[in-house]
């Protein structure tokens, strides 16, 4: 391999980590291989890419419900969004600029808005490049079909019949999973990482809101804080420096260790004996990769609530609605040995922590 090129959008964590995570794996494997990650709408205009991720994330803390009132009416097909129209604007000589110097011998894109416009470059300059697009939740928008796109890499065999329904063959479609960075590749030994990252020996809770810190972490810290149990919390809370303060400030019963944006999730994860956290499609394959059990307090609408079906539908998580069922739900789960056992064997088989490395197989096989 040569040269790839790889388009993400930074909206929140997941989408930069799961190029990131193929990125390295290339570079690993062939070090001479030249890559380059664009994102995609601060590359083609600054103050745009402003706009949208600003608006993204204002609609996520202020008024989610209306963000999944669009997810669902895109999803269903509605066309008060039209996306060709929108794509076609954001077309720039920039773009078609850089493909022509990059030469690329694959494009590789983890958001799905690139791949649309991707897609639609493809067909106005007549490229014959390779484009796939990496899916990165457990479910199908529309918003990522488009005609020139060669390979759907899906999270797991099970969401096949989803894309089908779009007239997706099979020969487009691959189920290598979304990639993850060879941290999660590794089963670690649960007293080892406590013992390395100075946790006491004792039941622990991980929370987490993403890469942005998001969802009821002060409400769910001071929760398990003051539980009637015996345990000990670890919150990461991501790029979310105010939410970090404020948790660092709590006085509770029970133990609390506060990290910002760390990069060592998996041996954290590993240490843990529960995760509570919000469902977005990376997080949620770290969490299979380690087999932990998940505990889903109020997520967001829109792919969230995707996420959160398809692990129950799998017995992998349970859905706490209220914030006092918490405590009784990790009790149970506790004391349930059957149910913890179910949720690690249904893990091990859905979840795909060499995923980053099947899907460079395949680019490997596509372009050498």
């Known amino acids: 391999m040569k ?84 794509l076609s604007k954001l077309l720039s000589v920039k773009m078609e600029k850089l493909i022509k110097e990059f030469d690329p011998e694959a494009i590789i894109c983890t958001h799905a808005f690139p791949a649309g416009i991707l897609s639609m470059l493809k067909s106005k300059l007549g490229l014959q490049i390779p484009l796939i697009a990496v ?34 063959s099979d020969e487009k479609i691959m189920c290598t999973g979304i990639p993850l960075r060879r941290q999660f590749t590794q089963r670690m030994d649960k007293e080892e990482m406590r013992g390395k990252l100075g946790l006491e020996p004792e039941v622990t809770v991980l929370v987490m809101g993403g890469g942005l810190g ?13 539980a009637d149990l ?28 506060v990290f910002g944006y760390i990069d060592n999730v998996a041996e954290v994860m ?10 977005g499609g990376l997080t949620t394959a770290e969490v ?36 006092q069922y918490l405590v009784p739900q990790i009790k149970y789960l506790l004391s349930n040995e059957v149910r913890l056992r179910q949720i690690k064997e249904m893990s091990a088989l859905i979840g795909k922590p060499d995923s980053a490395s099947r899907l460079v197989d395949y680019i490997e096989t596509l372009v050498m």
């Open 135 to 168: 899916m990165t939740d457990y479910t199908i928008h529309p918003f990522w079909v488009h005609d020139n796109i060669d390979i759907y890499v899906l999270p797991c065999e099970e969401l096949k019949y989803l894309i089908k329904e779009y007239h997706i």
């Open 270 to 279: 590993a240490a843990s004996d529960f995760i509570i956290t919000k469902p």
């Open 288 to 323: 299979l990769a380690q087999q932990l059990p998940m505990v889903i307090v109020n997520p967001l609408p829109g792919q969230e609530d995707r996420n959160t079906e398809f692990l129950l539908n799998h017995g992998v998580a349970v859905k706490v609605r209220k914030m």
């Open 214 to 226: 998001l969802g009821e972490i002060e409400d769910i810290i001071n929760t398990l804080g003051n």
């Open 3 to 86: 040269r790839i090129l790889f388009f993400s959008v930074s909206i929140g964590s997941g989408h930069d980590l799961a190029a990131e995570a193929v990125v390295r794996e290339v570079m690993l494997r062939f070090p001479d291989c030249r890559t380059m990650t664009v994102d995609t709408f601060k590359y083609i205009n600054p103050v745009l890419n402003k706009v949208i991720a600003g608006s993204y994330m204002e609609s996520l803390k202020f008024s989610p419900k209306i963000w999944g009132y669009l997810y669902n009416q895109a999803e269903a097909g509605d066309k008060f969004i039209d996306l060709n129209q929108i």
């Open 230 to 257: 015996r345990l000990q919390v670890i919150s990461l809370t991501g790029k979310n420096d105010n939410l970090c303060r404020s948790l660092q400030l709590l006085n509770t019963e029970n133990k609390i260790r």
